[in-house]
């Protein structure tokens, strides 16, 4: 099969490689859409994954094409997302249903074989069928959009509150659509890129603000009379951490979501307006994948079919395999303007 193999930093080449067969309690799944994420440029231009040779890419769904044994046959042909984090399942916090925190897990385009590829084979446990009725890149964003749902979850979100973003990139909006769903009464985006939020206000969110033009704080408070219920750090970044304290209101929460670029900092008067408004602070990691009290990956799905959210509008960009690096490297210089980018894969299934 052909697939996007990370050889060192920086040396990205596709390539055929052996098509994975699945082993037992596994199925294979022919990939049909895989999303390039934020973390994916870093990967591949200046970290690196845990080892090499790998294939990277996790936001990805697919065909169920071909089963190991002990999996239901039946199951072949269903258009399915997947769960790319591999817990151990034993760890105490695996025994809780944390996976997320596990002590000794794998992933999926990192720590092992990814989803830039044409096949891969992986774990029933992981896989998430999903009706027919749903499109391959719409699966592909259920990653992301479960991350953005488990930050709001952390947050508490109540019907009515009043929701400022920092940070409109592709989680963030998803965020944004997430708090509209939960019955929020105002939802606001601060970024300091103009054509994000132009790409914010074009699909429906009229409160922006360019937190490089304007205090983006006051004018959260303007908005609101009092400040926001809850506000969601979606950029890593001191400055935007900055705003989100200062625009909560008093007892209010701020949820810690963005991936910081380097270290995270906070003025005095930063840090008083966490004390003296008593504000909740919380970190969000990943997202949900236990049964109870809800599998997050499920409601995603579950919202996408029903209508009750919209993701397909965030693709900007789709491209086949090889046009991969391209794409990437137009991430990486931000030589365009972009949100979701898309590997689409149109093959048709090869034999088993």
């Not at 033009?213 to 006051?218: I, M, S």
Request: charged residues 20%.
């Amino acid at each position: 099969m052909q697939a996007a193999v990370l050889h060192a930093v920086g040396d990205l080449r596709i390539e055929e490689v052996e098509r994975p067969a699945p082993d037992r309690g596994e199925v294979l799944i022919q990939v049909k859409a895989c999303g390039v994420c934020g973390s994916d440029i870093p990967r591949v231009f200046t970290k690196g994954t845990y080892s090499f040779p790998t294939i990277p890419g996790h936001e990805f769904a697919g065909k169920i094409v071909s089963a190991g044994e002990g999996v239901d046959p039946g199951l072949i042909g269903r258009k399915a997302a997947v769960f790319p984090l591999m817990p151990c399942r034993s760890c105490a916090p695996c025994e809780i249903g944390e996976f997320a925190q596990c002590e000794r897990y794998d992933y999926m385009g990192s720590r092992r074989d990814g989803a830039f590829a044409e096949y891969i084979a992986v774990p029933l446990w992981n896989v998430v069928p999903a009706p027919d009725s749903l499109t391959y890149e719409e699966l592909a964003m259920t990653e992301p959009a479960a991350v953005a749902l488990h930050a709001l979850r952390q947050a508490g979100i109540d019907i009515g509150d009043q929701v400022l973003i920092s940070g409109a990139g592709p989680i963030g909006i998803m965020l944004a659509k997430w708090a509209y769903a939960w019955g929020a009464s105002k939802v606001l985006l601060s970024d300091i890129d103009p054509a994000k939020l132009a790409f914010a206000r074009s699909l429906g969110f009229a409160d922006t603000v360019n937190a490089l033009a304007e205090d983006a704080a006051e004018w959260a408070r303007r908005l609101t009379g009092r400040g926001v219920d809850v506000a969601v750090e979606g950029a890593g970044g001191s400055s935007s951490l900055e705003v989100c304290v200062k625009a909560v209101r008093s007892f209010g929460r701020v949820v810690l979501m963005g991936n910081p670029g380097g270290e995270m900092k906070l003025s005095q008067h930063g840090y008083w307006e966490i004390m003296r408004k008593q504000l909740t602070l919380k970190g969000t990691w990943n997202s949900g994948y236990a049964s109870l009290p809800k599998n997050e990956w499920k409601l995603v799905v579950d919202a996408m079919a029903s209508g009750r959210i919209d993701l397909l509008p965030l693709v900007t960009h789709r491209m086949p395999l090889d046009g991969l690096l391209e794409a990437m490297e137009m991430m990486r210089d931000r030589s365009a303007f972009y949100n979701k980018v898309m590997l689409l894969n149109s093959k048709e299934e090869a034999s088993p």
